[in-house]
């Protein structure tokens, strides 16, 4: 069965930490996505990245970074030197290439304080 | 470009009344989705058009709930009768390509629904 698990509900910290949200998925799929969106309190879901299942390499977009680890199922996100901006509900995805939907898991509420 | 819109942003009704929900999708987009967040849950999925065609409408509750994509253009979920588990918000999605299980959805901004 497909699920993803997202076990930190929420992350406070303190602007210019380094914060990793985790994300652990499931599935029998050999080809599939995995996705992070962004829901700051505006409320529309923001897409972050796109990775593919044969794709682990690790990326990095500014202070965001991505970890992707087939071995263990896991598709962590890390902000460096996080801002008050960063505050937001963070969801990460499943989407199994011979199906359309997307399984989210339950989100991360990050606060950064300044 | 403009993004995917969703009307209205916020609706209040009571037990038992009809409500409608619209997105329009990203110009161009064939694929569209529908998805719920109830409060502290996930974001589940409910149906996905292609065009005008339903392609997959695993995820809908119930017959309460009703969605229309007339045109291939924007799309309508009307909720009738309104139940006090229907509260949540309510996400659209479009895709640009045809099949599109490996493309990025770019989500709306979600309608708030509660009823009470």
């Known amino acids: 069965a497909q699920k993803v698990t997202q076990a930190q509900t929420e992350i406070s910290v303190v602007e210019k930490e380094d914060v990793t949200l985790d994300c652990v998925y499931e599935?029998?799929?050999?080809?599939?996505?995995l996705f992070w969106y962004k829901q700051p309190p505006s409320g529309e879901l923001v897409f972050l990245i796109r990775?593919?299942?044969?794709?682990?390499q690790n990326e990095i977009s500014g202070r965001y970074s991505w970890n992707f680890q087939k071995s263990t199922s896991s598709f962590n996100f890390t902000i460096t030197a996080s801002q008050v901006v960063d505050s937001a509900v963070y969801f990460c995805?499943?989407?199994?290439?011979?199906?359309?939907?997307?399984?989210f898991g339950t989100g991360t509420r990050l606060q950064v304080f300044p | 470009e403009a993004g995917v819109t969703q009307f209205p942003s916020h609706s209040v009704i009571e037990k038992g009344q009809t409500v409608t929900l619209r997105c329009d999708p990203i110009?161009?987009?064939?694929?569209l989705y529908w998805y719920r967040r109830v409060m502290g849950k996930e974001i589940k999925f409910l149906l996905h058009?292609?065009?005008?065609?339903?392609?997959?409408e695993s995820g809908m509750p119930n017959n309460r709930f009703l969605a229309e994509r007339t045109g291939g253009t924007y799309s309508t979920l009307k909720v009738q009768p309104a139940e006090l588990e229907d509260s949540g918000v309510y996400f659209c999605?479009?895709?640009?390509?045809?099949?599109?299980?490996?493309?990025?959805?770019?989500f709306g901004p979600g309608t708030r629904l509660t009823v009470l």
């Open positions: 999605a479009s895709s640009p390509v045809e099949r599109g299980g490996t493309d990025t959805q770019y």
């Open positions: 599935t029998r799929d050999t080809t599939y996505y």
């Open positions: 990775r593919n299942s044969f794709d682990e």
């Open positions: 995805a499943l989407n199994e290439y011979n199906t359309d939907k997307l399984i």
């Open positions: 110009s161009g987009h064939d694929n």
């Open positions: 058009f292609v065009k005008e065609s339903k392609q997959d």
